[in-house]
C-alpha cells in the first residue's frame, strides 16, 4: 500500500521511541540529526515528509527542491526557521507542535532561574579547581521577587504556575490580553516589565515585531541585579547589548538555552 512507503527525513535530534515507532509502521525513515545543508539539498527531492526542530533553516532553497514534499513538521513551537510563505506557495503543509515540551521548558526555566541567582555553575567550576570562594557567590531568593514573563503562550502560562508555588510576584507582558481571565495576572507594557522585574524570562517567537526586543535603548530600564532568562530565540535578546550588561555588571546575571547563531563560537562564552 502507497501509505506505508511515505518517505520521511528527520534532521533534527529527536528521542529514538519516534524514529523506531515510525520504522514500525513501515515508513521509509531517514534520520540524520546533524545533517549538513548540502546533503539536506541531495536528500530533500526524494521526501514526503520532513521532520526538525530549530537546528536547520528550511529556506526556499530547499523548499523548491523538495519535488514530492507534502508536509513540514516543526517539533516545537517557534516556526522561524522555516519559510512559510514558499511552503505555502508549494502547497506544502507546515505543522507546528507548541504544547509539546511547554512544562518541560517551564521546568528548565526555573532550573536556569535558581542556578544563576545561586551562582551554581560558577561555584562548581570553582570548587572542582579547590578555590573555595563562597562569600563571594551569594545570591537571592526567589520568595517575594518579581517574575516578569514576556510572552503568556503555553511555556509561560506554565512558567507563571510554577512562580506562584515559589512565591513569587508575578507579571507579564503579552499581545493577547486575554491570558489576563485564567491567570489573574498583572499586565503591563514592556518598559514597566523591564523596570520592575527581579527576573524576566522571554518566551515569545521571533518575528519583526521581537527582533531585538531587548535592545540598547530599554536594556538601561533594567534594576542593577536583575537576572535574564531567553528561552525563546537567540535574536530576541540583541546579543551585543546583552554581553555588555553582563560585562559592565549593569546586571546580576544571564541565563540562555538560544543564540543568534549556534553551534558556533560566541563572545558571551568569554565572560
Known amino acids: 500500500m502507497e501509505y506505508f512507503k511515505k518517505k520521511i527525513i528527520i534532521v533534527s535530534p529527536v528521542h529514538q521511541h519516534l524514529v ?4 514500525r509502521l513501515r515508513y521509509d525513515v531517514e534520520y540524520f540529526p546533524s545533517i549538513k545543508y548540502k546533503d539536506l539539498e541531495k536528500k530533500i527531492p526524494s521526501k514526503e515528509l520532513l521532520i526538525l526542530r530549530s537546528g536547520i533553516v528550511i529556506d526556499k532553497n530547499i523548499i523548491n527542491k523538495g519535488k514530492k514534499l507534502k508536509y513540514i513538521l516543526r517539533a516545537g513551537s517557534g516556526l522561524d ?4 510563505k514558499t511552503a505555502k506557495k508549494k502547497n506544502i503543509q507546515v505543522f507546528n507542535m507548541p504544547n509539546l515540551n511547554a512544562i518541560s521548558v517551564a521546568e528548565f526555566a526555573f532550573g536556569l532561574i535558581i542556578s544563576t541567582a545561586r551562582n ?3 561555584a562548581d567550576k570553582e570548587l572542582r579547581r579547590n578555590i573555595w570562594n563562597k562569600p563571594n ?3 537571592f531568593e526567589l520568595k517575594d521577587k518579581t517574575l ?3 510572552g503568556l503562550g503555553n511555556i509561560g502560562t506554565k512558567i507563571a504556575k510554577i512562580a506562584k508555588g515559589f512565591s513569587m510576584n508575578v507579571i507579564a507582558n503579552v499581545k493577547n490580553k486575554s491570558k489576563k481571565r485564567s491567570l489573574s495576572l498583572k499586565l503591563v507594557s514592556l518598559n514597566n516589565l523591564l523596570t520592575n522585574s527581579d527576573y524576566i524570562t522571554f518566551n515569545v517567537p521571533l518575528n519583526k515585531d521581537t527582533k531585538d526586543l531587548l535592545n540598547n535603548k530599554n536594556c538601561k530600564l533594567l534594576k542593577k541585579n536583575s537576572i535574564l532568562i531567553n528561552l525563546s530565540r537567540g535574536g530576541v535578546v540583541n546579543e551585543i547589548v546583552l554581553y555588555r550588561l553582563l560585562k559592565d555588571n549593569l546586571i546580576f546575571g544571564a541565563a540562555t538555552d538560544v543564540f543568534l547563531h549556534e553551534k558556533k563560537n560566541n563572545k558571551l562564552f568569554e565572560l
Do not use: Q
Not at 20 to 23: D, G, H, T, V
Not at 81 to 84: A, E, G, H, L, P
Open 20 to 23: 523506531s515507532e515510525l520504522k
Open 81 to 84: 526557521n522555516i519559510d512559510i
Open 120 to 122: 551554581i555553575v560558577k
Open 137 to 139: 557567590h551569594s545570591g
Open 148 to 150: 516578569g514573563i514576556i
